[in-house]
């Protein structure tokens, strides 16, 4: 899921698509494998996080890759596995950004025989003896990134080593907004396949395999590798479950409540997505859950609108509205009651499915995910996701959430912030 818009993001959904090289690096030598890190003091990296749910519909972080180390920003994607940046190698089409376009040297290149060329083509036949591993991943929202697999150094702080990680040098992107100056680099996928920088980090032993995020609903956050931020008491924690062959985040299918009861419908395989801006339903809950709203709307003074540009479904107020705070009284709190863990809830109140438009409009957040292909999945996203420490512990196979002020920076732990 996850990926990367020009612009504003919405949806996210990734898959990689392998088609014969359309275009070649200038270079064609062999990248060693990555070596085992020494062992190290600190076992967390920590980089601030940027960005909103709106306007600008993205958090991303600064790392600095390369060597020498130039700074990238990179969109937070929990729901791919491949990290990849914008590459002058040289580029066929890219767009503007906020930093020149990686360049990368000869000894970049991985063979179609490094491991992790094998792990991004999932097993598809390839040539042993290619120079270069091509790749295109595509997006839910008609963005795409064709490339080539380089291997380079990531800074990770002060005290931390600068392990050689394996990530996309994209050349060639189909943008969804062409013409609009891009917000980020690139992607950093943080899925749970061997390829993506979370992986990594832990084969070759700089951090633990969990990864933690806190999105504030004011802005700005954090996100840590490693275990020394994961909060010692009141998590909720649901076992990591599989959907299919995907390396998604996953708690499991969950029923969803309305304030006190329930919305009725069957029981939806549910993914954790910072890839995505906002929150996706299937047909059924998305119907009943819209219904819900509807129905408790019809009784107060909100007028709905359908002249508001920002999201679909929208109501007005005698006067605009300047925060959800002025709003959030006729709203109820939304919760999905996942089904692999007793008692185990995600409680969804209005500041995590509402937003405030420029026009003063209360919109909602959560949208209808079979007009963007995702079937009966529901994706929980961003706005969803804000002021709550979430962490994914591929360790113990298990998602764990509490509610935080993520606008605060942790006490522990290695900084990176540049």
């Known amino acids: 899921m996850g990926g990367w818009k020009a612009a504003r993001r919405g949806l996210l959904f990734a898959s990689l698509v392998f088609t014969a090289v359309i275009a070649s690096v200038s270079a064609a030598v062999t990248t060693p494998s990555p070596k085992k890190a020494k062992a190290l003091d600190a076992s967390s990296a920590v980089f601030p996080i940027h960005g909103d749910v709106y306007p600008r519909g993205l958090y991303y972080v600064e790392m600095n890759i390369g060597n020498p180390p130039k700074p990238y920003f990179l969109d937070v994607d929990t729901g791919s596995d491949l990290t990849w940046i914008q590459c002058d190698a040289p580029c066929v089409r890219c767009s503007k950004g906020p930093h020149p376009w990686y360049r990368p040297k000869r000894t970049n290149l991985v063979p179609c025989r490094n491991p992790f060329c094998a792990a991004l083509h999932s097993g598809t036949a390839q040539d042993q003896n290619c120079g270069q591993c091509d790749y295109e991943i595509e997006y839910a929202d008609s963005g795409s990134s064709l490339g080539v697999l380089v291997a380079d150094a990531f800074s990770l702080g002060r005290t931390l080593a600068r392990p050689i990680l394996a990530f996309g040098c994209g050349y060639n992107q189909q943008l969804t907004s062409p013409n609009t100056p891009a917000l980020t680099d690139g992607v950093l996928g943080l899925g749970t396949g061997k390829v993506s920088v ?221």
């Open 198 to 418: 979370l992986s990594q980090l832990s084969d070759q032993g700089v951090t633990k395999n969990v990864v933690g995020h806190c999105l504030s609903a004011k802005g700005g956050g954090y996100l840590f590798f490693g275990d020394d931020l994961v909060p010692s008491s009141r998590m909720t924690w649901a076992p990591m479950s599989r959907i299919g062959s995907r390396n998604y985040y996953s708690p499991g299918p969950a029923n969803l409540q309305w304030g006190t009861r329930s919305l009725g419908v069957k029981q939806k395989e549910v993914v954790f997505d910072t890839g995505s801006t906002y929150t996706y339903f299937g047909f059924q809950p998305y119907q009943a859950f819209l219904s819900a709203v509807k129905s408790d709307l019809s009784k107060t003074p909100l007028k709905e609108v359908s002249d508001d540009p920002s999201l679909s479904v929208c109501w007005r107020g005698q006067k605009p509205f300047k925060s959800v705070n002025d709003v959030k009284q006729y709203f109820k709190t939304l919760a999905l009651s996942f089904v692999n863990a007793k008692r185990t809830l995600l409680e969804v109140p209005p500041e995590n499915y509402l937003i405030i438009t420029q026009h003063g409009n209360a919109c909602l957040g959560i949208l209808d995910g079979t007009e963007v292909g995702l079937g009966n999945l529901n994706v929980i996203g961003d706005i969803s996701l804000q002021d709550l420490t979430v962490v994914y512990d591929n360790e113990r196979q298990q998602i764990g959430w509490v509610r935080a002020a993520c606008d605060r920076p942790p006490k522990s732990g290695t900084s990176s912030s540049p």
